[in-house]
């Protein structure tokens, strides 16, 4: 198991970006794939972006590709998530979560989560 903590979101005006860190603590981190998930008010958790432990694939909601990019950094136990272009569609509480199986856009495929960051995109 590991231990998350995201840090980063505020408020920024439409266009404007914004970084997102995920803090990992716990053993062999880096044999963790992991990914970003969102939940807007009053909707469902979804799929934001997703990356292997190696870095070497990534995945994206078609909502986010290319706007958005997720990276990590082993050395540091730490993964991102670059926003630029952020819309006011954008606003939600953003979670970073960590999976020991394949890397997977379903949420049910992540046992660790973090408590989250708000973010709010004003128009």
């Known amino acids: 198991q590991v231990q998350l903590a995201e840090s980063g979101g505020g408020l920024v005006q439409a266009g404007g970006s914004l970084r997102l860190s995920c803090a990992v603590s716990g053993r062999s981190f880096s044999t963790y794939n992991t990914g970003w998930f969102r939940q807007p008010p009053g909707k469902e958790r979804e799929f934001v972006a997703g990356?292997?432990?190696?870095?070497?694939?990534?995945r994206y909601a078609d909502s986010v590709k290319v706007r958005f990019t997720i990276s990590r950094d082993n050395a540091k136990n730490a993964v991102y998530l670059q926003m630029n272009s952020l819309k006011p569609e954008d606003t939600a509480v953003y979670y970073c979560a960590a999976s020991g199986g394949i890397l997977s856009m379903s949420k049910g495929a992540y046992a660790s989560w973090g408590q989250g960051t708000q973010v709010t995109v004003s128009s």
């Open positions: 990356i292997t432990w190696s870095g070497g694939t990534t």
